[in-house]
């Protein structure tokens, strides 16, 4: 689910016995101006209705959702600690890392992180990545989520999950993130084909989704 400044888009994706991705159904719902900005939703009721509508449109079965939150509202920091920690020891040094580079408490920040070392690194040493958005836009976001009965099992950057849509399209590129999966028997290709770059986002959520699997 990407919930952009003028629209909600929405991409359901399945796996086939095969592993091939199924496009099952994807949709848009514009937005009032204003009522999303670029740190976070300003009128959430009216992003919560413009959701069910499109959910009910488009008659979406599924029942987990990986959610966007604006890159410009995500910070992300890295760094190298010397020894491999406790999953309690790595959280502390996360957020003290990343809290002097927010303009706002660490405590209304959302953290997350993860290890993406050391594979090059010296034994006993990893880079630790960190990412924090405020708390506020995260949750907001999950309304909208739990608004439609989904559970969020993904909240992550919209500049990450249109990376992760890229690097699996290859050579079609943006203009193409659909290409390759099978598709559901009501969906039009012409069609899909001249939509399909204004979904970039909300199909690499729709990825990043399975990478938990």
Same mark, same amino acid.
């Given at each position: ?30 937005? *009032? +101006?204003?009522? #999303? ?7 959430? &009721?009216?992003?919560? @209705?413009? $959701?069910?509508? /499109? ?42 890392h990343?809290?002097?580079?927010l ?22 040493? *990893? +880079?630790?990545? #960190? ?7 995260? &949750?907001?976001?999950? @309304?909208? $989520?739990?608004? /439609? ?23 079609g ?11 559901a ?29």
């Amino acid at each position: 689910m990407d919930i952009g400044r003028h629209a909600v888009r929405m991409v359901e994706l399945s796996r086939g016995k095969a592993g091939a991705f199924v496009l099952e159904g994807y949709g848009s719902e514009a937005l *009032a +101006d204003g009522a #999303v900005g670029e740190d976070g939703i300003d009128d959430l &009721e009216h992003v919560m @209705a413009a $959701a069910r509508r /499109l959910w009910e449109r488009s008659d979406f079965q599924a029942r987990n959702a990986a959610i966007g939150i604006p890159a410009g509202a995500v910070v992300v920091h890295t760094f190298r600690t010397n020894r491999i920690h406790a999953e309690s020891e790595l959280e502390t040094l996360a957020r003290e890392h990343i809290a002097p580079l927010l303009d706002y408490r660490a405590a209304d920040a959302c953290i997350d992180f993860c290890i993406v070392g050391p594979a090059s690194l010296p034994a006993g040493q *990893a +880079d630790v990545l #960190v990412a924090a958005a405020r708390r506020e836009s995260v &949750e907001d976001r999950l @309304a909208v $989520a739990e608004f /439609l009965d989904l559970h969020a099992i993904v909240a992550d950057a919209e500049n990450y999950a249109a990376q992760a849509a890229l690097l699996r399209a290859g050579a079609g590129g943006a203009a193409a993130p659909f290409a390759g999966m099978v598709l559901a028997a009501d969906i039009d290709a012409e069609r899909l084909r001249a939509e399909a770059p204004a979904y970039l986002v909300a199909c690499g959520l729709a990825l990043r989704g399975f990478d938990r699997w």
